[in-house]
């Protein structure tokens, strides 16, 4: 419940293990900005109950029977409703996470999160960030950008030329992992002006969120591997 000046994030749980879905379920429940309304056991599951309880986030398990989370978060994007993605992994470096990323999901979690840190990437999702800032995160972009089964590269390599030199710095910074205020402070410009160059970007490359517009930059090579 909330105090009625907003309404609760609504999350949807989608693991196959009964332990990891409720322990979730009650760590969340206890944010008062946070409501559970359903949970699915596997990823084809996971894809009817958006359709039908259209949560904020969904907390996707990848390795689930009858549909995987990679191909269940593709289904939920390709889908366009408002559903965001977090996915949760058990190994910080795993090749699976990247390719969820690239399927669209918004970002991840380690199951072994704290419950604040469980509580603020919903947050961070629901609100159309990317939960990129971690830097394990860059490093898991940077690793599997290079493992990708069909790289976005010749389509990139001429799309990202329809961006200013303004828009294109913006987006390596994205890649790195800076938040918008971050960005603002680096380029010594308003916060307002860099949503406005953030919107254009994803407009322009035709991209989700943030977290496919690292993706995009890496798999460019606007930012080079380490």
């Known amino acids: 419940m909330t105090d009625g000046r907003s309404r609760a994030i609504r999350v949807l749980i989608a693991d196959d293990q009964m332990m990891v879905r409720e322990g979730f379920s009650v760590l969340l429940g206890a944010m008062p900005d946070i409501e559970v309304v359903g949970e699915a056991v596997n990823g084809r599951e996971a894809v009817d109950r958006v359709r039908e309880l259209q949560p904020d986030v969904v907390l996707m398990d990848i390795r689930m029977p009858e549909m995987n989370g990679i191909d269940a978060t593709r289904e939920i ?87 200013t030199d303004r828009e294109t710095e913006v987006l390596v910074l994205i890649a790195q992992g800076l938040s918008n205020s971050e960005i603002a402070e680096r380029l010594v410009v308003a916060e307002s002006t860099i949503k406005t160059h953030v919107s254009r970007i994803l407009v322009k490359l035709g991209l989700r969120d943030r977290t496919q517009a690292a993706v995009f930059a890496y798999e460019a090579r606007l930012v080079t591997p380490r």
């Open 77 to 163: 994007v390709a889908a366009d409703g408002a559903a965001k993605v977090l996915v949760l992994t058990t190994f910080d470096l795993d090749e699976y996470v990247y390719q969820a990323l690239r399927a669209g999901a918004s970002g991840f979690l380690l199951k072994d999160a704290s419950a604040r840190q469980l509580a603020d990437g919903v947050r961070v999702v629901s609100a159309g960030e990317a939960l990129l800032a971690p830097s394990v995160t860059r490093r898991l972009i940077t690793e599997f950008s290079k493992l990708a089964e069909e790289p976005r590269l010749s389509a990139a390599h001429g799309a990202y030329g329809d961006l």
